[in-house]
């Protein structure tokens, strides 16, 4: 897949008007099923951000469409991500977050230590051939960027640097304290729409003034804008109207935004948001809030609580108003426009990602 889409180059100069995706890219269930397997379980993924998991013993699971995945942080200080199963009879082995020093199947009672090692299991002591070695927690593969933490279900994908470059130093350099956070909010929020409606609502800043009153009127300036795409990157720059401080955002192919946002009185503050598919026609837009360790948590979460009541459901509102005109309204395929020149106004990166989203799926024919 990846040969196909480090081969898609973005048009960050022409204005043009460009055909977009069919409308059954969707709402058709069968190129969700295709998307599936095409691109989440091949692509590097988001799952959050290491201070979720600070201290040995700490846990979350987190689904990728249909598969779930435990990270925990063992007692010697590494990440480990494991498919959420029993090697016994596939049990899931945990749900949501929490602490502990093992993990216990609640079926059988097959344990395993945070490394993924199978401690016990009852009876194994009387079958001859049992071996418990043979049995460890299937690993999923797990990096970290600036913090955050990425997995791939596909074991022969290329490492991030090969797929995303050196952006963690561009990062780094932004905001050199990004890896050590500390959780403020955790804000999941539905979207009624297909996965890709979320993403390319967010790839453009045209609907910005219309939608967004309460941030283009006390955050961000929508005029000073600059939108590019380059690889398997979004870049996103724009200036607050106090201190001269600047929003930053990162997108990452295929759904998650690593962004410096500015609160007003208080700074730039790291939220990571990510748009997980649920179904063909349902996804989830969650925001990630932190701040840097030993920060008032005060200021972000009133923020955050604002935010979450304005351009959160804004956003919500317009991404199922997408799709439900997609599915009812006759929709069949409709037209972007490109203008990088005016990028507050321009949709050339949203036509980046639908090159992609082509690739991956005939990647996969």
């Not at 100069?13 to 099923?33: G, K, N």
Request: hydrophobic residues 35%; contains cysteine.
């Amino acid at each position: 897949m990846y040969d196909r889409l480090l081969k898609v180059e973005c048009d960050n100069q022409s204005v043009r008007t460009v055909p977009s995706l069919e409308s059954r890219y969707y709402t058709d269930p069968e190129i969700f099923e295709r998307e599936k397997v095409e691109i989440f379980q091949k692509s590097w993924i988001c799952v959050g951000h290491q201070c979720m998991v600070a201290t040995p013993g700490q846990y979350f699971v987190s689904r990728i469409v249909d598969k779930e995945v435990l990270i925990v942080r063992a007692k010697n200080g590494a990440l480990h991500a494991f498919h959420n199963s029993c090697r016994h009879r596939g049990h899931r082995l945990a749900i949501d977050s929490g602490t502990c020093n093992r993990f216990v199947c609640p079926y059988h009672a097959w344990t395993y230590d945070l490394d993924g090692q199978l401690l016990g299991a009852p009876n194994s002591r009387n079958v001859a051939d049992f071996d418990g070695s043979k049995f460890r927690l299937n690993p999923v593969r797990l990096e970290l960027l600036a913090g955050a933490i990425f997995v791939n279900l596909d074991d022969a994908a290329p490492d991030m640097v090969d797929v995303y470059g050196d952006v963690e130093s561009e990062i780094l350099a932004a905001k050199p304290g990004i890896s050590e956070q500390e959780l403020v909010m955790d804000n999941p929020h539905p979207h009624r729409c297909n996965w890709k409606a979320s993403v390319e609502n967010f790839s453009e800043c045209y609907h910005c003034g219309p939608v967004h009153k309460y941030l283009t009127s006390n955050v961000i300036d929508p005029t000073t804008y600059k939108l590019t795409a380059q690889g398997l990157i979004q870049r996103h720059q724009i200036e607050a109207y106090e201190n001269n401080m600047v929003q930053r955002i990162w997108h990452f192919w295929p759904n998650t935004a690593i962004g410096l946002y500015p609160i007003p009185g208080f700074g730039t503050t790291l939220c990571i948001r990510h748009m997980y598919p649920i179904d063909h026609k349902n996804s989830i837009y969650h925001y990630r809030w932190f701040v840097d360790q030993g920060s008032s948590h005060a200021p972000v979460a009133e923020y955050a609580e604002i935010h979450a009541k304005t351009t959160v459901v804004e956003d919500g509102q317009v991404a199922e108003g997408v799709q439900y005109g997609m599915e009812h309204c006759g929709y069949k395929q409709g037209y972007l426009l490109a203008d990088p020149n005016h990028a507050m106004s321009s949709e050339h990166v949203i036509v980046h990602f639908q090159a992609l989203v082509r690739a991956a799926l005939e990647a996969g024919e």
